[in-house]
């Protein structure tokens, strides 16, 4: 049976040399129980000396998982030295034939020579101590002679396996039964052929020795056909390590684990104890060294390209030069090239696109093989292969990491470094399906306009900065900037209460004065905090909680710190409803504005004698939801989604083509339009009312423009001169709610308006004893001081008729003359009330409110 060649190179001797002083001493004691009587024959010894020598020099090396199996013909010339030579004579051919072979043509020295020196004494000892007791007295040439031979063979050999995985073992310090199973699989079916071909010998040398000739060719035949078919299989096995090589080479993943896969792959398919694949440093990337070393597994560092002196034989690789370090059966660390060289080795370069390095395989795992030419252009495949799908792993490693940086770019904030509001979002969301307690905290700052508005935006930037950086450090949880003046901290696991503390002392060091641009700049800022709770649905049951609505929950809350200038609020159950509304209405404002916001109209008629002159255009809005949606809530939404621009002029489109309509009809009507501060602050307001005016052919001093007290006060200067230019189209222009507002009398002065229209707070109690008629009477009497008109707002009954008109007001509007109409209904009203108008009508009761 053939042996393990060696598996390492630095044997650990001390087992060793124990093993070779057992098997020494077994041997010696066998011989010493043996009896050396038998047939001696110096002819016999002389030709079975060579016959051993020869079985060791015609092996055939079959290599195995994790190292080689040598297969020789040593059974033929054990079996003839069993039949045909005395015990001690045996022993002495078959331990000197071998050992010479082994010095002579193997090389061998040392401890690996005494070892298997003193095995080969302990197999031949053995089996002529046991060949004699199997054969008793029955001729070598009989079946029991057959069986006794093959019997002692497969002991031997069974005992010659043993010996050297304990061997490897020892020196590895680690029992590998892998290595003990690899030799009786391979072993033991070769040893029974070639006993039986001793056997046929033993025949013929008893029989017919003239045959022998024919079974030597015989044997020889076979020894290359052997041979042949384990290169065909060696080769076979290449290939599909080849084309396994390949196709991972294919595959795309990571540079380092590609490298790994490579460079074990590469040891693997060269049968090397190590393999080393290295890549400099340069445009594709850092430089590294992934080495693979047979049951040592696979390692990698980064390499700066700086030599080292183990490097020396391959480095020429790295030039484009291949190399191959080749042995000539010396042992290992004996190699041609430098000192620090191994015994055999091929280096290849690696060239792509981004990849410049090499592969370098080293160590024949067997020592009766080194690499050859074959090897070479083999390991160049490779490498083609190598470089390619490096360079490929590259550009993915690359691509990842470009992925990896988009990614973190849509997760933060670029101003701040802050995570985003996609990112507070994604993590409100796992904490809800977690069911986890917590709250959230919505932070922002009061005064941070001004801040632009004033230094500007690039010290606005700054402030965002110093405040993100003090949040970052003081927050308890997890800080995000949801955009503009707004920043959020998660706080997984506290109460609501305890975040209202948290949300308190974060405000409070937001507050400090920061350092802008050398300028000390202090904002206050004021917070929302939303329990975990507060992101259920509306209704009893509630719903599924969502990352919006907690949104949304702590956005309510901060507004309405803000509104109270309380510093910090906490959101309560009844501000969701408030919030949910305001959002559907600002949701269905702009279909609305399509098809869905109406004008009516209230009626206005001169207090002496009840004859209509115009009509005030009031909005309606009835929602599917919530019914009519009072007029201020419309104008508010519109506001806050900025559509205000659009319902103004809807408004006003829609009250001078109903104009139109009565005029046609015969009735030459004024119109009267309410508008916001915010459409007085607006330049374009002019521009729109002329455009109306000429798309109706309205004549200008037929449009009354209505604008509140506090709305002509709010920004004097600015409302002047649109009012100015307004007027300067002809238009007519009114100050609403007199007398509720804090207007000064000196800007009501310069403002170019034609009339005042007295509050209904003040007209429903002039019926009752107080100070209301001399508020009115005041009012009227200033108004006609500055050339003004007065219009009595809210008469509903005759007495408050007949009082305003006593106290000098020139018109009135109200339920007492009428409710406010639908477009369609106008005309018809106008037609009956124009056939019973008179002083009269004052004298009527008002109709019911019902």
Same mark, same amino acid.
């Given at each position: 049976?053939?042996?393990?060649?060696?598996?390492?190179?630095?044997?650990?001797?001390?087992?060793?040399?124990?093993?070779?002083?057992?098997?020494?001493?077994?041997?010696?004691?066998?011989?010493?129980?043996?009896?050396?009587?038998?047939?001696?024959?110096?002819?016999?010894?002389?030709?079975?000396?060579?016959?051993?020598?020869?079985?060791?020099?015609?092996?055939?090396?079959?290599?195995?998982?994790?190292?080689?199996?040598?297969?020789?013909?040593?059974?033929?010339?054990?079996?003839?030295?069993?039949?045909?030579?005395?015990?001690?004579?045996?022993?002495?051919?078959?331990?000197?034939?071998?050992?010479?072979?082994?010095?002579?043509?193997?090389?061998?020295?040392?401890?690996?020579?005494?070892?298997?020196?003193?095995?080969?004494?302990?197999?031949?000892?053995?089996?002529?101590?046991?060949?004699?007791?199997?054969?008793?007295?029955?001729?070598?040439?009989?079946?029991?002679?057959?069986?006794?031979?093959?019997?002692?063979?497969?002991?031997?050999?069974?005992?010659?396996?043993?010996?050297?995985?304990?061997?490897?073992?020892?020196?590895?310090?680690?029992?590998?039964?892998?290595?003990?199973?690899?030799?009786?699989?391979?072993?033991?079916?070769?040893?029974?052929?070639?006993?039986?071909?001793?056997?046929?010998?033993?025949?013929?040398?008893?029989?017919?020795?003239?045959?022998?000739?024919?079974?030597?060719?015989?044997?020889?035949?076979?020894?290359?056909?052997?041979?042949?078919?384990?290169?065909?299989?060696?080769?076979?096995?290449?290939?599909?390590?080849?084309?396994?090589?390949?196709?991972?080479?294919?595959?795309?993943?990571?540079?380092?684990?590609?490298?790994?896969?490579? &460079?074990? +792959?590469?040891?693997?398919?060269?049968? !090397?104890?190590?393999? #080393?694949? =290295? $890549? @400099?440093?340069? /445009? %594709?990337? *850092?430089?590294?060294?992934?080495?693979?070393?047979?049951?040592?597994?696979?390692?990698?560092?980064?390499?700066?390209?700086?030599? &080292?002196? +183990?490097?020396?034989?391959?480095?020429? !690789?790295?030039?484009? #030069?291949? =190399? $191959? @370090?080749?042995? /000539? %059966?010396? *042992?290992?660390?004996?190699?041609?090239?430098?000192?620090?060289?191994?015994?055999?080795?091929?280096?290849?370069?690696?060239?792509?696109?981004?990849?410049?390095?090499?592969?370098?395989? !080293?160590?024949?795992?067997?020592?009766?093989?080194?690499?050859?030419?074959?090897?070479?252009?083999?390991?160049?495949?490779?490498?083609?292969?190598?470089?390619?799908?490096?360079?490929?792993?590259?550009?993915?490693?690359?691509?990842?990491?470009?992925?990896?940086?988009?990614?973190?770019?849509?997760?933060?904030?670029?101003?701040?470094?802050?995570?985003?509001?996609?990112?507070?979002?994604?993590?409100?969301?796992?904490?809800?399906?977690?069911?986890?307690?917590?709250?959230?905290?919505?932070?922002?700052?009061?005064?941070?306009?001004?801040?632009?508005?004033?230094?500007?935006?690039?010290?606005?930037?700054?402030?965002?900065?110093?405040?993100?950086?003090?949040?970052?450090?003081?927050?308890?949880?997890?800080?995000?900037?949801?955009?503009?003046?707004?920043?959020?901290?998660?706080?997984?696991?506290?109460?609501?209460?305890?975040?209202?503390?948290?949300?308190?002392?974060?405000?409070?060091?937001?507050?400090?004065?920061?350092?802008?641009?050398?300028?000390?700049?202090?904002?206050?800022?004021?917070?929302?905090?939303?329990?975990?709770?507060?992101?259920?649905?509306?209704?009893?049951?509630?719903?599924?909680?969502?990352?919006?609505?907690?949104?949304?929950?702590?956005?309510?809350?901060?507004?309405?710190?803000?509104?109270?200038?309380?510093?910090?609020?906490?959101?309560?159950?009844?501000?969701?409803?408030?919030?949910?509304?305001?959002?559907?209405?600002?949701?269905?404002?702009?279909?609305?504005?399509?098809?869905?916001?109406?004008?009516?109209?209230?009626?206005?008629?001169?207090?002496?004698?009840?004859?209509?002159?115009?009509?005030?255009?009031?909005?309606?809005?009835?929602?599917?939801?919530?019914?009519?949606?009072?007029?201020?809530?419309?104008?508010?939404?519109?506001?806050?989604?900025?559509?205000?621009?659009?319902?103004?002029?809807?408004?006003?489109?829609?009250?001078?083509?109903?104009?139109?309509?009565?005029?046609?009809?015969?009735?030459?009507?004024?119109?009267?339009?309410?508008?916001?501060?915010?459409?007085?602050?607006?330049?374009?307001?002019?521009?729109?009312?002329?455009?109306?005016?000429?798309?109706?052919?309205?004549?200008?001093?037929?449009?009354?423009?209505?604008?509140?007290?506090?709305?002509?006060?709010?920004?004097?200067?600015?409302?002047?001169?649109?009012?100015?230019?307004?007027?300067?189209?002809?238009?007519?222009?009114?100050?609403?709610?007199?007398?509720?507002?804090?207007?000064?009398?000196?800007?009501?002065?310069?403002?170019?308006?034609?009339?005042?229209?007295?509050?209904?707070?003040?007209?429903?109690?002039?019926?009752?004893?107080?100070?209301?008629?001399?508020?009115?009477?005041?009012?009227?009497?200033?108004?006609?001081?500055?050339?003004?008109?007065?219009?009595?707002?809210?008469?509903?009954?005759?007495?408050?008729?007949?009082?305003?008109?006593?106290?000098?007001?020139?018109?009135?509007?109200?339920?007492?003359?009428?409710?406010?109409?639908?477009?369609?209904?106008?005309?018809?009203?106008?037609?009956?009330?124009?056939?019973?108008?008179?002083?009269?009508?004052?004298?009527?009761?008002?109709?019911?409110?019902?």
């Amino acid at each position: 049976m053939g042996k393990i060649v060696e598996r390492c190179r630095r044997l650990r001797v001390e087992p060793v040399h124990a093993l070779v002083a057992l098997q020494a001493a077994l041997a010696g004691g066998v011989l010493l129980l043996t009896p050396g009587a038998g047939n001696a024959s110096a002819l016999w010894w002389w030709a079975l000396l060579p016959l051993f020598a020869a079985a060791e020099v015609l092996v055939v090396h079959v290599p195995t998982e994790r190292s080689s199996h040598a297969h020789t013909l040593r059974e033929v010339p054990a079996v003839l030295g069993l039949v045909f030579l005395a015990h001690h004579d045996y022993v002495l051919a078959h331990v000197l034939g071998s050992t010479l072979a082994l010095l002579l043509w193997a090389r061998q020295r040392g401890t690996k020579l005494a070892f298997n020196a003193t095995m080969f004494a302990l197999e031949a000892s053995v089996g002529s101590a046991l060949y004699p007791l199997l054969l008793g007295g029955a001729e070598a040439s009989d079946p029991r002679g057959w069986t006794a031979a093959l019997a002692a063979v497969l002991v031997t050999d069974l005992l010659a396996a043993a010996a050297v995985t304990a061997a490897i073992s020892a020196s590895e310090g680690r029992y590998d039964g892998q290595l003990l199973r690899e030799a009786l699989r391979g072993g033991l079916v070769a040893a029974m052929i070639n006993t039986c071909l001793a056997l046929l010998v033993v025949v013929l040398v008893l029989e017919s020795p003239g045959a022998l000739p024919l079974l030597g060719a015989v044997l020889l035949l076979l020894v290359a056909g052997y041979r042949a078919y384990v290169r065909l299989g060696s080769g076979y096995g290449r290939l599909q390590l080849l084309y396994r090589f390949v196709g991972a080479a294919q595959r795309p993943g990571e540079g380092g684990a590609t490298a790994a896969a490579l &460079a074990e +792959d590469a040891r693997e398919l060269l049968r !090397a104890d190590r393999a #080393e694949l =290295v $890549l @400099l440093p340069g /445009a %594709g990337g *850092p430089g590294a060294r992934t080495a693979a070393v047979r049951d040592g597994g696979v390692s990698t560092r980064d390499w700066d390209g700086s030599p &080292a002196p +183990d490097d020396a034989w391959w480095r020429p !690789a790295l030039d484009g #030069e291949p =190399v $191959l @370090l080749r042995h /000539a %059966g010396r *042992p290992r660390g004996t190699g041609d090239g430098p000192a620090a060289a191994p015994r055999d080795g091929i280096a290849v370069p690696l060239r792509a696109e981004g990849v410049r390095g090499a592969l370098v395989v !080293a160590e024949r795992l067997f020592e009766e093989e080194t690499f050859s030419q074959q090897d070479l252009r083999l390991l160049e495949t490779l490498g083609a292969h190598a470089a390619v799908a490096l360079d490929r792993a590259r550009l993915v490693d690359r691509l990842r990491a470009v992925a990896a940086q988009r990614e973190h770019e849509a997760l933060h904030d670029a101003l701040t470094g802050l995570p985003n509001r996609r990112w507070l979002t994604a993590q409100l969301d796992a904490l809800l399906r977690a069911g986890d307690a917590g709250a959230l905290v919505l932070l922002g700052l009061d005064d941070f306009r001004d801040v632009n508005d004033t230094l500007g935006h690039s010290a606005g930037d700054a402030l965002l900065r110093s405040v993100a950086d003090r949040l970052r450090t003081a927050a308890p949880g997890a800080v995000a900037r949801l955009g503009g003046d707004e920043f959020a901290v998660l706080l997984p696991g506290v109460a609501v209460d305890a975040a209202v503390d948290v949300a308190a002392a974060l405000a409070h060091g937001v507050g400090r004065a920061a350092d802008v641009q050398g300028l000390a700049v202090t904002v206050q800022a004021s917070a929302g905090v939303a329990g975990l709770g507060a992101g259920r649905g509306p209704g009893p049951a509630g719903g599924p909680a969502t990352a919006e609505a907690l949104l949304s929950a702590a956005d309510v809350a901060l507004c309405r710190a803000k509104e109270r200038r309380s510093a910090v609020e906490a959101y309560r159950p009844e501000d969701g409803e408030a919030t949910r509304r305001r959002m559907v209405l600002a949701r269905d404002l702009p279909r609305a504005l399509e098809d869905g916001i109406e004008v009516w109209f209230q009626p206005q008629a001169r207090a002496a004698d009840g004859a209509v002159t115009g009509a005030e255009a009031l909005l309606r809005w009835e929602h599917p939801r919530y019914g009519a949606v009072p007029p201020p809530e419309v104008v508010a939404v519109a506001e806050r989604t900025g559509l205000l621009r659009r319902l103004t002029d809807r408004v006003l489109a829609a009250a001078l083509a109903a104009r139109a309509d009565w005029a046609r009809a015969g009735h030459e009507l004024d119109v009267s339009v309410n508008v916001t501060a915010a459409d007085v602050a607006d330049e374009g307001l002019v521009a729109a009312v002329a455009a109306a005016l000429a798309g109706t052919a309205t004549p200008p001093a037929r449009l009354t423009v209505e604008i509140t007290e506090s709305g002509a006060m709010e920004d004097p200067e600015r409302c002047l001169a649109v009012l100015d230019r307004l007027a300067g189209l002809g238009v007519r222009l009114s100050v609403d709610d007199f007398g509720t507002g804090h207007s000064s009398l000196a800007y009501l002065d310069r403002l170019p308006v034609h009339e005042v229209k007295v509050d209904r707070s003040f007209v429903a109690r002039l019926d009752a004893a107080g100070s209301d008629a001399t508020v009115v009477r005041t009012t009227v009497a200033l108004a006609h001081q500055l050339g003004l008109q007065v219009v009595a707002e809210g008469v509903e009954v005759p007495a408050q008729w007949r009082a305003v008109a006593d106290l000098g007001c020139e018109l009135v509007q109200g339920y007492g003359l009428a409710r406010p109409l639908p477009p369609e209904a106008v005309l018809a009203w106008l037609d009956a009330h124009r056939a019973g108008a008179g002083p009269g009508l004052r004298g009527q009761p008002a109709a019911s409110r019902g």
